[in-house]
C-alpha cells in the first residue's frame, strides 16, 4: 500500500477499537480518542522505515533518510542472518525485520516504557513524531507542496496541544492502565496497532508481507503471508484508491462515532 492508504487504515483501526472498547464498558476518553487515531496513522507509516524512498523517509529531512538508510541495513543483516534455505536472495531488507508483528510489540513496547519513564517531555517526543507523519500521511498533498519546516510546526504545535489536554484530570493520561507508575502506558497501543495494520495491508499487495516472522512456514522463515494471489492488488492501484481508502474513510467515521458514544 501506499502512504495515505496506510494512515487512514491506521487511523481508521484506533477508532474501530475504541468502538469495541466503548462497547466492552471501558470508553476512551475523547483525547484518547483523537490522539490515538493520529498516532495510529503516523504509526501506520513507521514500518517503511527499511524503504529509503517511502513517505517517512522524507518526514524529517536528512535525519530521516539516515535511519532509514541504517534501518535497511539492519533489516537486510538479520534477513541474510536468519534465512532459510527456501527464502530467496535479496539485495535490500525492505518488507523484512519492520514488516513483521515482533518489530510491532518490540518498537510499541519500548515507546510505552519511554512515555512512562521520561515524562512529559518523552510524552511529547513521540506525540511530535507522530503528529508530523500522520501529516505526511493523512494531508499528503498539501504537505508534499509545503515546506518541511510547516509541517514540523504544526506537527509540534499539535503535540503541544494534545499532550496538555491529555494532562488534565480525567481525560485519558491513565486510560486503561490506571495502577501506579503507569500514566501513559497505553501510548505504545496505538503504535503497535499501527505498524500490524501496515503490515496487513502490505499483505493484501502482490508481494505478501512476512508478518510472521520468526515462524518457519514450510521451507521459509520469511514466507510472504497474504491471500490467494488472485485476490491481491498492486500498491497505488485503483482497487486502493478506489475501494479501501473510501472503505477506510466511512469505517472510520463510523467507528469514531461509537467511540465517541454518538451511535
Not at 476518553?29 to 483523537?34: D, I
Not at 506537527?155 to 499532550?163: C, M, N, R
Not at 505478501?208 to 492501484?237: D, E, N, Q, T
Request: charged share 10%; proline share 6%; net charge positive.
Amino acid at each position: 500500500m501506499m502512504g495515505p492508504a496506510h494512515s487512514l487504515s491506521g487511523a481508521a483501526a484506533w477508532l474501530g477499537l475504541g468502538a469495541v472498547t466503548a462497547a466492552a464498558g471501558q470508553p476512551m476518553p475523547w483525547p484518547v480518542v483523537v490522539c490515538g487515531a493520529l498516532i495510529c496513522a503516523g504509526a501506520a507509516l513507521a514500518p517503511d522505515l527499511d524503504h529509503k524512498s517511502a513517505t517517512i523517509s522524507r518526514a524529517f529531512g536528512p535525519l530521516s533518510r539516515m535511519v532509514c538508510e541504517v534501518v535497511d541495513n539492519l533489516s537486510h543483516a538479520v534477513y541474510k542472518a536468519t534465512k532459510m534455505r527456501g527464502d530467496s536472495n535479496r539485495s535490500g531488507g525492505h518488507r523484512t525485520l519492520t514488516h513483521t508483528w515482533v518489530w510491532a510489540v518490540l518498537v510499541g513496547g519500548g515507546m510505552s516504557l519511554l512515555a512512562m519513564q521520561g515524562g512529559r517531555w518523552a510524552v511529547l517526543g513521540i506525540l511530535f513524531v507522530h503528529m508530523v507523519l500522520a501529516i505526511e500521511g493523512l494531508l499528503w498533498r498539501a504537505a508534499r507542496v509545503s515546506s518541511d519546516v510547516l509541517v514540523w510546526l504544526l506537527g509540534a504545535a499539535s503535540a503541544w496541544i494534545l499532550a496538555g489536554v491529555l494532562d488534565q484530570p480525567g481525560n485519558g493520561a491513565n486510560w486503561l492502565f490506571d495502577g501506579p507508575g503507569q500514566q501513559y502506558l497505553w501510548l505504545g497501543l496505538p503504535i503497535v496497532l499501527g505498524a500490524l495494520v501496515h503490515d496487513i495491508g502490505d499483505a493484501l499487495t502482490v508481494s505478501g508481507c512476512p508478518i510472521l516472522w520468526p515462524i518457519p512456514i514450510g521451507r521459509k522463515r520469511w514466507y510472504p503471508v497474504g491471500p490467494p494471489k488472485a485476490m491481491r492488488f498492486k500498491a497505488g492501484s485503483w482497487v486502493e484508491l478506489k475501494v479501501l481508502m473510501p472503505a477506510f474513510m466511512l469505517v472510520g467515521g463510523l467507528s469514531g462515532l461509537g467511540a465517541l458514544d454518538y451511535l
